[in-house]
């Protein structure tokens, strides 16, 4: 068993209470970063969703799953295909995406979790290139191939229809009941289901439930020794880990009505596993961080071409400038990977315990410095008074 610390419920609604502000108010904190528009933050709360719930899974168990794009897939066709047939309202989408992912999660992890170790993460990975190559070509009626899946004017939107809501020249956008899921107002969608979200996975942190996952991570035989049958909560934390993948890949699909086979990659599958390791496995607000650092490497970084490195460095002589220019792009822009690679290799050999072992060591640097100040100021008293004792 490992020792887990006794937090109280107000210590979590504090903890709550900070995040959410921390969250809500990204648009006034962020604007120096230049990383305060729309697009970029609603990335950062969908892709912490992804990695929160990945986290339940490896975090908590220590399984490895190079295969969660899968159910990020499902959840993005999902949401397209309740735009298309149901309605426009983010609601049905976001239930039927997650509600699938999570069946569809069942399903693999019926098979995936008679092994594990390396032959679990190889039967992931191997469900996820399945569930690409039946998107990509077999199921194209239903995935529309490699062009994707898309609105049209034609949709039926049963549901848009019966309450008298008509399609006008222009494709619609979804919406919360009028509150259309792109610019601020999506953002503050998703950010608020992405507060739902980590309050659930708060909760389960805190549970006897997440208490039994760490236990599973810690040593799973010696939990079969005392009687345990670790694969009903493995099941349980592999599904659950689905469906928050699920509710990913739907917001994906309300931020940007079209869904593609590229979601279901191994690229996007390994994407959530470095930024879980990136921010912290197992920490509570690691992934969060991670995502956050990801995508703001990715949409940041990358902007950077060959004449904004031009003008940043053209302070320096024309036969200075250029070598210069050429030299960093090969860190930024379409090279941003390089930097991103760099970043995790120093994360991985300093600091195994990914950002998060960071801040906790510069915490207990801080406090130990603060506890050794009062000692030493005493010990100076001590000293100069013996030194006064010592002329009278």
């Not at 609601?91 to 399903?107: C, D, E, H, V």
């Not at 389960?204 to 049958?229: D, E, H, V």
């Amino acid at each position: 068993m490992t020792n887990t610390k006794i937090v109280s419920p107000k210590q979590d609604l504090l903890y709550m209470a900070i995040l959410s502000v921390v969250v809500l108010t990204m648009p006034i904190w962020l604007q120096p970063f230049g990383a305060a528009y729309p697009d970029l933050m609603q990335k950062f709360m969908i892709f912490g969703i992804f990695a929160i719930g990945y986290n339940i899974l490896f975090g908590l168990t220590g399984y490895l799953s190079f295969g969660h794009a899968a159910f990020l897939g499902v959840g993005s066709y999902t949401a397209v295909w309740s735009f298309k047939l149901l309605s426009m309202n983010v609601i049905p989408a976001l239930i039927f995406g997650t509600i699938l992912s999570g069946l569809f999660a069942l399903a693999i992890g019926f098979v995936s979790l008679r092994r594990s170790g390396i032959y679990f993460s190889i039967l992931t990975l191997a469900f996820a290139q399945m569930s690409y190559n039946l998107a990509y070509s077999v199921l194209t009626p239903i995935t529309n191939g490699e062009t994707g899946l898309q609105l049209t004017q034609g949709d039926a939107r049963v549901l848009d229809r019966m309450a008298g809501i008509e399609a006008d020249a222009s494709l619609p956008t979804p919406n919360l009941f009028g509150i259309e899921g792109i610019g601020y107002s999506g953002f503050y969608i998703c950010a608020a289901l992405m507060l739902i979200s980590f309050f659930i996975y708060l909760r389960i942190f805190r549970s006897p439930f997440g208490l039994k996952l760490r236990a599973i991570k810690s040593n799973q035989n010696r939990m079969g020794y005392t009687g345990y049958n670790t694969r009903p909560y493995l099941m349980t934390a592999f599904v659950i880990s689905g469906m928050y993948a699920g509710l990913a890949g739907s917001l994906l699909a309300v931020t940007d009505p079209l869904a593609g086979a590229e979601r279901m990659q191994w690229t996007a599958s390994g994407e959530v596993v470095l930024i879980t390791i990136l921010g912290g496995v197992g920490t509570l607000i690691g992934p969060l961080l991670g995502a956050g650092i990801i995508k703001y490497f990715e949409n940041i970084f990358s902007a950077f071409n060959e004449t904004v490195l031009l003008n940043a460095f053209s302070f320096l002589p024309d036969w200075l400038a250029h070598p210069v220019a050429a030299v960093v792009g090969l860190f930024v822009g379409e090279g941003w990977h390089l930097t991103l690679g760099l970043v995790f290799m120093l994360i991985v050999i300093f600091l195994p315990g990914g950002i998060m072992e960071g801040i906790s060591r510069l915490a207990r640097l801080i406090t130990n410095r603060n506890k050794a100040e009062p000692k030493s100021g005493a010990h100076e008293n001590k000293e100069k008074e013996q030194a006064s004792a010592g002329e009278v």
